[in-house]
């Protein structure tokens, strides 16, 4: 479109006016193709989300990332494939805690394909924790396919062009705030699993997520949203041990069921933020990740990573509630059965 045109659709969500899912494709098949000068696609993306994006907004982001600028992959599993992964962007900055979670999971049997990205805001996010501890995250889709299919877990880097080979890359690297895209670009999966855990940096976004993944084909969701440790602003895109962690429930005839989960009825013990905050060094990360899944780490580490093992646990029919997929979650780091699912996954995808 001319630039003119694409100005109007900024000038009218800085007014406030939402978009069609139609409109949505046509301004992201600009950004994609780089139509627009930078100054236009930045002004875009701040304008969507100052107002802040709606179902049909995410779903044509979305949409123009996954038809035309995301690799496809089908991965044959037992059972329904599963994925988690978080928007990023939250105020807390803790360890990553979805990548513990889903090697926890995984351990169970349950078949994870994970979409990741590099870190934007904190020093290590899902893509660089993994290649410090050994596994290939530049590797083509065909090599996370067997990964997932043999060792029953895998990742896809989102920030790679061998998953994204257009223009996701490009716009990625130049973005360091909040964007439709931490939500829209996160959902493009190659695999497309239909079940899934999602965290959110912010709450106002749960249930326009959730409402998302049900227009987009999920059948059964968890979208969640952790509040940090009392008195402190802003949250985490994972469930919390520091406070409430508010849930969206997806149900595949489109129903949500928003719960509010308090860890202390569970016997989790209140964690602080700083028990939970990242190493500086990537090396020192990698060595805690890797006690976490012998069993050997502190307990509020531990905690947080069960807890949010229990959400796929629970999604994935595994256990019967979060709370039972929480304790599930305990028994298995005490076997240290997730550490040797970490080897089988590094053997795998290489």
């Known amino acids: 479109m001319e630039p003119q045109e694409f100005g109007a659709y900024i000038t009218r969500l800085i007014r406030g006016e939402d978009l069609s899912r139609l409109e949505t494709v046509a301004c ?37 990332i996954y038809e035309q600028d995301t690799v496809k992959v089908k991965i044959d599993t037992r059972e329904p494939l599963v994925e988690n992964s978080g928007t990023g962007m939250d105020a807390v900055k803790t360890f990553n805690i979805s990548t513990a979670a889903a090697l926890i999971a995984a351990a169970d049997g349950i078949p994870i394909a994970r979409h990741g990205s590099r870190a934007i805001t904190s020093a290590c996010g899902a893509v660089d924790i993994l290649e410090a501890v050994g596994v290939n995250v530049e590797c083509p889709p065909d090599v996370v396919k067997r990964s997932v299919e043999v060792a029953g877990i895998g990742i896809f880097n989102g920030n790679s062009r061998h998953t994204h080979p257009h223009a996701l890359v490009r716009i990625l690297k130049q973005l360091s705030f909040g964007t439709v895209l931490n939500l829209a670009a996160s959902l493009a999966n190659p695999a497309q699993p239909r079940v899934a855990v999602r965290g959110v940096h912010s709450l106002s976004l749960l249930r326009t997520t959730a409402q998302t993944m049900h227009e987009i084909g999920y059948s059964r969701a968890l979208v969640v949203y952790g509040e940090a440790e009392y008195g402190c602003a802003g949250g985490i895109d994972e469930a919390s041990t520091m406070g409430l962690s508010h849930i969206c429930e997806l149900w595949p005839d489109g129903s949500i069921k928003e719960t509010v989960l308090d860890p ?9 933020a700083a028990d939970l905050a990242i190493e500086r060094s990537k090396r020192r990360e990698a060595d805690r990740m890797l006690r ?23 999604i994935a029919g595994h256990q019967p509630s979060i709370e039972a997929g929480y304790r599930r979650g305990l028994e298995l780091v005490s076997t240290k059965r997730p550490i040797n699912k970490l080897i089988d996954w590094v053997n795998v995808q290489k």
């Open 28 to 64: 992201f098949t600009d950004i994609l193709l780089d139509r627009q000068s930078a100054m236009q696609q930045g002004a875009f993306l701040a304008a969507l989300a100052a107002k802040g994006e709606t179902t049909e907004e995410v779903a044509g982001a979305w949409q123009t």
């Open 264 to 272: 202390r009825h569970m016997g989790i013990r209140p964690s602080r």
């Open 292 to 314: 976490l899944l012998m069993g050997q780490e502190t307990r509020a580490r531990t905690d947080i990573a069960c807890l949010n093992a229990g959400l796929i646990l629970y």
